[in-house]
Structures are given as structure tokens and as C-alpha cells.
């Protein structure tokens, strides 16, 4: 028995029964499915393999407004909800490998069909080039000030929370230099002290989130590039809305909030 992380159109199925959610098992796999299967490691002592499906409405499915048993499709951020943290980094890893199956079918030098190699990697049959998995890293930094923290609004995040100065690591850079050059680029202020806090996938597509925390040294804010359109220093008693429970930046808040049940 395998248990099965199975995508259509980037949501993953899931099986509902007395209103708890798990994941697919079967010895063999009743449907067709497009590309690679992947094996993205173990659970329970079983194997889990991830894999998208060919036609989706070969899958016979349940409504999500009711409760009735049955499969339903969930989109993998709503999932973390849904299912235990190991089960959610599992399918993470499935949809990046997904992902990447679906965007390496011809070699990027010379367009030929590619063939897989070995289980993160392909090969081109023609000029032999080899393409792995790519991720893309970003920062996260958290900011303090005394007893606050710095918490941004983006002109990209799509709800109406405040979370933390992010960014692109550049090529040639450092991930303290990029943390410097955002929170340069963000705000104008001047901070030291970046430390490392821990790290964390981010599959949609294939991010790696890597946070820091910083203190503040002088300025005052300013939206000088125009990707934040509010910011400032917040105390705990006076937060806004922050963001959901999957992300690395609400870790870094919720563990910023615990440091002050520690002292008392
Ligand atoms: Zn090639």
C-alpha cells in the first residue's frame, strides 16, 4: 500500500470521512496520470508517491458545501488545515516535483524532448544537459525596535494582513546582503545585528523561505520602491491582522509573542 498525493490544476485530493481529512492509499493506482510519478518519501513505514492526474473528471467527487464522505478537491495552502504538518510537507515536496516535471519536458539549450535520469533529475538525450529541480530562495525579516516589530502591508499579498519584509535573493548575493538591500529598497531604514531564524518550504511553486531577524538602527520609513503600501512598528497588544498559520512569518510572530510568556 502507497498513500497517494494526487493533483489537478495545482488543488490535491483528498478523501473525507466523518469529517476528517487523509490522504489517498491504494496498491495501484485506479487513474491515469500525466508525467512522472514521484516518490517524495515515507509515511507510517509507507511509501508516498505524488503524481497529477491526466483528466479530473475521471474522479468522481463530493460537493464542499456539505459534509457527505467521499473525495473532495482542496487547494494545498487550504490543506494545511486539513491534514497533519508531515502529511502537508509531503505534498509540498509532491507539487514542487509536479511542477518541475511539467516545466522540464524539453531541454532549455536545444529543445529536445528530455529524459529522466534519476529521481530529481533529467537528462537531454541530445546535447546532455542536466537539469535538476530549481528552487527559488527568499527572505523574510523580522525587525525590532525596543518591544515592537516591523509589519508590512505588500501591494502583493492578496488579503488584508500585515506580514514582514520579503524579498528575492539576487544572483551574487548573500542572504544577509539581500536582507540588508530589501529592507533598504522597502523602507529606507538602516538596521544590524541579521540573525538567523530557520527556514522553510514555500511550494507555490517552488520557493525556499528563509528568515532573519534584524534590529533597528535609525530612520524612518519610507515606501521608497512602492511594493509596500503600509508599515510600522507594532507592539503586541496592538496587532493587526497577521498572517495565517502555514507561513514562516507567522512562526517568527507567534515565537516573537511566546518570548514575552517566557520572561513572566
Ligand atoms: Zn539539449
Not at 485530493?13 to 476528517?20: D, E, H, M, V, Y
Not at 493506482?29 to 497529477?52: D, F, Q, R, S, W
Not at 538602516?190 to 525556499?208: A, D, E, H, T, V
Request: net charge negative.
Amino acid at each position: 500500500m502507497s498513500y497517494w498525493f494526487l493533483f489537478s490544476n495545482g488543488k490535491l485530493l483528498l478523501p473525507r470521512k466523518g469529517g476528517c481529512y487523509s490522504i489517498l492509499t491504494h496498491d495501484t493506482l485506479p487513474y491515469t496520470v500525466n508525467g512522472m510519478v514521484h516518490e517524495v518519501g515515507k509515511y507510517e513505514n509507507a511509501i508516498c508517491k505524488a503524481a497529477e492526474i491526466a483528466d479530473s473528471s475521471t474522479v468522481y467527487t463530493v460537493s464542499t458545501d456539505n459534509t457527505e464522505d467521499g473525495l473532495i478537491w482542496v487547494g494545498l495552502r487550504e490543506s494545511y488545515d486539513l491534514i497533519n504538518v508531515e502529511l502537508h510537507r509531503l505534498a509540498g515536496r509532491g507539487s514542487e516535483l509536479i511542477f518541475w516535471d511539467k516545466n522540464t519536458r524539453y531541454c532549455p539549450v536545444c529543445g529536445t524532448p528530455t529524459k529522466v535520469n534519476t529521481v530529481i533529475s533529467k537528462k537531454c538525450p541530445n546535447c546532455g544537459n542536466e537539469i535538476f529541480p530549481q528552487l527559488s530562495p527568499a527572505i523574510l525579516v523580522m525587525i525590532h525596535k525596543g518591544e515592537q516589530i516591523l509589519l508590512v502591508h505588500a501591494r502583493t499579498f492578496t488579503r488584508p494582513f500585515h506580514g514582514l519584509v520579503a524579498g528575492f535573493v539576487e544572483p551574487g548575493e548573500t542572504l544577509e546582503q539581500c536582507v540588508a538591500r530589501e529592507v533598504r529598497e522597502e523602507t529606507t531604514l538602516k538596521i544590524n545585528n541579521i540573525r538567523y531564524f530557520g527556514s522553510q518550504p514555500w511550494p507555490y511553486p517552488s520557493n525556499l523561505m528563509i528568515g532573519f531577524t534584524a534590529d533597528y538602527v535609525s530612520g524612518d520609513i519610507q515606501f521608497a520602491d512602492n511594493e509596500l503600501t503600509d508599515g510600522e512598528f507594532y507592539s503586541r497588544d496592538n496587532l493587526p491582522m497577521i498572517p495565517q498559520k502555514l507561513s514562516l512569518a507567522r512562526k517568527m510572530i507567534d515565537s516573537w509573542l511566546e518570548s514575552f510568556e517566557e520572561v513572566k
